[in-house]
T-cell receptor, first 120, second 109 residues
Framework: EVQLLESGGDLVQPGGSLRLSCAAS????????MSWVRQAPGKGLEWVSA????????YYADSVKGRFTISRDTSKNTLYLQMNSLRAEDTAVYYC?????????????WGQGTLITVSS | SSELTQDPAVSVALGQTVRITCQGDSLRTYYASWYQQKPGQAPVLVIYGKNNRPSGIPDRFSGSRSGNTASLTITGAQAEDEADYYCNSRDSSGHHLVVFGGGTKLTVL
C-alpha cells in the first residue's frame, strides 16, 4: 500500500524557516517524480515544487522560487521542502504528492498534509 | 505561466448527469487531470490522461477534451460525489511547471 506521511508543520514567524518531510512507502520511491502542493485555508490547490526521480532536476512556482528548496533522499525514501523567508501568504496545508505519469502533473497518491502557519 | 479556469460552483440533481469544465491554453497541448476533494481530506485523483480512471474510481466518472477545454462528466451523480473538484495540467511554458484550476464546488441536490 502506497503511503505518504508529511511532518514538520508548525507555527513560524514571518521571515522564519521550516523544513517539511514526506516519508514514502509502498512503492519504488526512486522511480517517480514527486511534488509539493499547498492549499491555503478555504482556498484552492497550488502547485509549489517538483523534483525528478533522480533528484537531478527541480522546479518551482514563481511564488516560492528563491525561497524554497525541494530535495529527496532515496536512501531514506523521504522528500523534503526547505522553506526560508516565510511570509503570511505561505500559510497553508502542504501536501506531498507522487506523480503517476512522468511530467504529466497527474498525482495519484497524496499525503494527509501538514499545516504551516506563518504569523507573529 | 498558464492559467486554468473553472466555474466556482455547479449543482446537479441526484442521479442526473453533470459536466464540470476547465479552460486554459495548456489544455491544447496537455491532458487535464481531475481531483475530488472532500472537506478535511486530501485530494483524490479521479481522471488522468485522455480518459483514464485510477483503480477504485467508479465508471460514472469520465473525462474529455475539446480545444482548450477539458471536461469531467459524472453520469448519474450520487450524494457521495458532492465535493470540490480541481483540474490541473502541465504548464505550457515548457518548464515542467504544473498549474491547477481554481476548483468547482459540486452540490448534489
Amino acid at each position: 500500500e502506497v503511503q505518504l506521511l508529511e511532518s514538520g508543520g508548525d507555527l513560524v514567524q514571518p521571515g522564519g524557516s521550516l523544513r517539511l518531510s514526506c516519508a514514502a512507502s509502498g512503492f519504488t520511491f526512486s522511480g517517480y517524480a514527486m511534488s509539493w502542493v499547498r492549499q491555503a485555508p478555504g482556498k484552492g490547490l497550488e502547485w509549489v515544487s517538483a523534483i525528478s526521480s533522480t533528484g537531478g532536476s527541480t522546479y518551482y512556482a514563481d511564488s516560492v522560487k528563491g525561497r524554497f528548496t525541494i530535495s529527496r533522499d532515496t536512501s531514506k525514501n523521504t522528500l523534503y521542502l526547505q522553506m526560508n523567508s516565510l511570509r503570511a501568504e505561505d500559510t497553508a496545508v502542504y501536501y506531498c504528492a507522487k506523480e503517476h505519469t512522468p511530467w504529466e502533473g497527474d498525482f495519484d497518491y497524496w499525503g494527509q498534509g501538514t499545516l504551516i502557519t506563518v504569523s507573529s | 505561466s498558464s492559467e486554468l479556469t473553472q466555474d466556482p460552483a455547479v449543482s446537479v440533481a441526484l442521479g442526473q448527469t453533470v459536466r464540470i469544465t476547465c479552460q486554459g491554453d495548456s489544455l491544447r497541448t496537455y491532458y487535464a487531470s481531475w481531483y475530488q476533494q472532500k472537506p478535511g481530506q486530501a485530494p483524490v485523483l479521479v481522471i488522468y490522461g485522455k480518459n483514464n480512471r485510477p483503480s477504485g474510481i467508479p465508471d460514472r466518472f469520465s473525462g474529455s477534451r475539446s480545444g482548450n477545454t477539458a471536461s469531467l462528466t459524472i453520469t448519474g451523480a450520487q450524494a457521495e460525489d458532492e465535493a470540490d473538484y480541481y483540474c490541473n495540467s502541465r504548464d505550457s511554458s515548457g518548464h515542467h511547471l504544473v498549474v491547477f484550476g481554481g476548483g468547482t464546488k459540486l452540490t448534489v441536490l
